[in-house]
């Protein structure tokens, strides 16, 4: 998560009702626009409302797919595994800890060592 986005942004994307029905559900299971709105009986247009939200903040991800008929859509997932939200002081602190993949996380550690 950027460390410049403030705290009481990502509470507030959090503390939304439908965008944590919404996040909640494509934890589980992985859907396009559409499936979530059937599947939660929330319109398409808040369905979106709440995707972008959540995309501001990088708390999912999408991928396109190709159907049958050969149309394209989009199916969105959950891009992390745990939230800790903690209070210091007067202070918040949340951390989002996501699943890295393998050459991703070497690549990390490699420019961490600031090897060339």
């Known amino acids: ?3 410049e986005v403030p705290i009481e942004e990502i509470l507030n994307t959090i503390g ?3 965008a944590r029905t919404v996040l ?3 934890s589980r299971e992985p859907g396009s626009a559409k499936e979530l709105a059937e599947r939660l009986d929330l319109s398409q247009p808040t369905i979106y409302r ?3 939200l959540l995309q501001e903040y990088d708390l999912i991800k999408e991928r396109t797919l190709v159907a049958d008929d050969g149309n394209h859509y989009n199916e969105y997932t959950s891009n992390f595994n ?3 939200i903690s209070l210091e002081g007067d ?3 949340v ?3 996501r699943e890295e993949n393998l050459p991703d996380r070497f690549s990390r550690l ?3 060592l600031g090897v060339n």
Do not use: L
Request: hydrophobic share 35%; proline share 0%.
């Open 1 to 3: 998560m950027d460390d």
């Open 16 to 18: 939304d009702e439908h």
């Open 24 to 26: 909640a559900s494509i």
């Open 50 to 52: 709440r995707i972008d």
């Open 82 to 84: 745990s939230t800790v």
């Open 91 to 93: 202070e918040y602190d």
């Open 95 to 97: 951390r989002i800890f």
């Open 110 to 112: 490699w420019d961490d």
